[in-house]
């Protein structure tokens, strides 16, 4: 199965996040119902290792202030792949990040070791078809991006379904997450 971690996001700010989506470079926009923040993404995981991640994270606690998403970005600078939205710097999501990939490799889980760059995707490119003058112009038309802060109450286990069409994610297990008493 085709699994990753992630956090879903309130309609408001679903909203919100369609409506940056008006002004970028045709592509294919993420629907309204796949915006989600990724955490770790875990690829294609043996339904056995699914088993033991699910006891390990209900196992856990979890706890996150609010996120704030701000910013636009892209992957890919020369040929770019996708536009998102990031998250203000915020030190427990990066550290719940590095709890959960390694929760996922201790049970098995073949996570590769990268940067992790917190963001929404908005809109993603076939290879070599946005001109990236085209992005850079979207980003000044628009302007410093922040949006309302949000406190997220689950982690949840997504199983990511390939179509032709784009992605179908599908919510197998939520782990709840409780706001950060401190802030």
């Not at 992630?6 to 309609?11: A, E, H, K, R, V």
């Not at 470079?25 to 993404?41: A, K, S």
């Not at 410093?144 to 990511?160: C, H």
């Not at 390939?162 to 297990?173: H, I, K, N, S, W």
Request: hydrophobic share 40%; charged share 20%.
């Amino acid at each position: 199965m085709r699994l990753f971690l992630g956090i879903d996001l309130p309609d408001t700010l679903r909203g919100a996040l369609e409506g940056l989506q008006k002004g970028l470079p045709p592509g294919r926009p993420v629907p309204w119902e796949n915006f989600h923040l990724t955490l770790v993404f875990l690829g294609d995981v043996p339904e056995p290792l699914t088993d033991e991640l699910d006891l390990a994270l209900d196992g856990m606690r979890f706890c996150l202030p609010p996120i704030t998403l701000s910013g636009l970005g892209q992957f890919g600078s020369a040929s770019p792949r996708a536009i998102w939205v990031g998250v203000t710097p915020l030190p427990p999501l990066e550290a719940l990040h590095r709890r959960l990939a390694n929760a996922a490799r201790r049970v098995g889980c073949d996570i590769p070791s990268r940067r992790f760059v917190p963001h929404v995707t908005l809109t993603r490119f076939a290879r070599d078809t946005v001109d990236p003058i085209a992005v850079a112009r979207a980003f000044e038309k628009r302007g410093r991006v922040e949006l309302p802060a949000f406190q997220p109450y689950a982690l949840t286990l997504f199983r990511s379904h390939l179509r032709t069409d784009g992605p179908v994610y599908e919510p197998l297990a939520d782990y709840p997450i409780t706001p950060d008493p401190t802030i």
